[in-house]
C-alpha cells in the first residue's frame, strides 16, 4: 500500500533518470550529473515516504509532548 507522496517521488525519480539519460546522450555530462543525482534524492525522498507510511509519526508526535511538557514544567 503506498501513499500518494511516495507515488509522487517515484514519478519524480523517474523522470529524473530518463532526463539525465537523454543529457547523457547529448554528450552534457554536467547536466546529466545533476539530474541524476536529483533523481535519487528525489529516491530517498520517496523510501522515507515509505518508511514514514509504515511506522507512522507516534513516535514523533510523543517526543514533542515530551519537549512541550518538559518546557511547561520550568
Known amino acids: 500500500m503506498t501513499t500518494m507522496i511516495e507515488r509522487i517521488w517515484i514519478v519524480v525519480a523517474g ?3 530518463i ?3 537523454a ?3 547529448r554528450n552534457n555530462v554536467s547536466a546529466a550529473f545533476v539530474t541524476a ?3 535519487a534524492v528525489a529516491w530517498f525522498l520517496s523510501y ?3 518508511i514514514r507510511a509504515k511506522f507512522g509519526t507516534t513516535e514523533v508526535e510523543s517526543s514533542e ?3 512541550h511538557e518538559d518546557s511547561d514544567e520550568k
Open 48 to 50: 522515507r515516504a515509505q
Open 19 to 21: 532526463v539525465a539519460a
Open 23 to 25: 543529457f547523457l546522450w
Open 65 to 67: 509532548a515530551e519537549i
Open 15 to 17: 523522470v529524473m533518470v
Open 37 to 39: 543525482t536529483l533523481g
